[in-house]
């Protein structure tokens, strides 16, 4: 079993939709992140927790809400989906983040 | 506004030789920096990092180099195999352990040809 799993791991949607990515990790980190990727943009930070108790947003949140299940889980949603929300999702886990960050292998979301 | 920058997206090299690649970042409370190997279909993985202490870390064929003083960070990968043909993001910490998550570039890819 992958240390970091995201499902689905593809996923099309129409405009206007809710839908939630899913996250979980057997690391036993608490630290959990969703980064979100474009072509030509990099990785850009959506939302961060360092436990089950603290959510922070990232550059990117608007649009976007987490919900940090238990220590293991890790939610990413998006209430109300628009094209240019197409993009490819990771999750990752870490602790402390100088020892690296583990990535699961993405969501492609396409909005339509 | 983007505080790590990779500003070559991509970069052609023979197999054999070296690649390197390139990093720049304007937050000189970064204090620790990491590069990350990215697959198509696949997460990025952690290739090697850095501290501010050093100037210099090597791990097999991976160097990574820092100047602080110009805010620049290298990877040297010696000799290139067509493996390493991937996106390679570089990553950065404030020298705080904590309330942080990693800022990346948006990454230079690489192709290294036989």
């Known amino acids: 079993d992958a240390d970091v799993t995201q499902t689905p791991r593809n996923r099309i949607t129409k405009t206007g939709k809710r839908i939630m990515l899913e996250c979980s990790q057997t690391k036993g980190h608490d630290r959990m992140y969703w980064y979100r990727q474009d072509p030509g943009l990099g990785l850009r930070l959506i939302y961060y927790?360092?436990?089950?108790?603290?959510?922070n947003k990232g550059e990117i949140s608007d649009g976007y809400s987490v919900s940090r299940q238990a220590q293991a889980k890790f939610s990413l949603s998006l209430e109300s989906a628009i094209p240019n929300q197409t993009a490819l999702y990771f999750c990752?886990?870490?602790?402390?983040?100088?020892?690296?960050?583990?990535f699961g292998s993405g969501t492609r979301l396409t909005v339509v | 506004d983007q505080q790590v920058k990779q500003n070559s997206p991509s970069l052609s090299v023979q197999e054999g030789r070296i690649s390197i690649l390139n990093c720049d970042y304007t937050?000189?409370?970064?204090?620790?920096f990491l590069w990350y190997k990215k697959y198509p279909a696949e997460g990025p993985t952690f290739l090697i990092s850095?501290?501010?202490?050093?100037d210099k870390n090597e791990d097999g064929r991976f160097t990574v180099f820092l100047n602080k003083s110009a805010k620049h960070l290298s990877l040297h990968i010696v000799p290139s195999q067509p493996g390493d043909s991937a996106v390679y993001f570089c990553?950065?910490?404030?020298?705080?352990?904590?309330?942080?998550?990693?800022?990346f570039g948006k990454g230079t890819s690489l192709l290294v040809t036989p």
């Open positions: 990752a886990t870490s602790d402390p983040p100088r020892d690296g960050y583990t």
């Open positions: 990553a950065a910490l404030p020298n705080s352990n904590s309330g942080y998550a990693l800022n």
């Open positions: 937050n000189s409370m970064f204090d620790y």
């Open positions: 927790s360092f436990d089950v108790k603290d959510i």
């Open positions: 850095i501290s501010s202490i050093k």
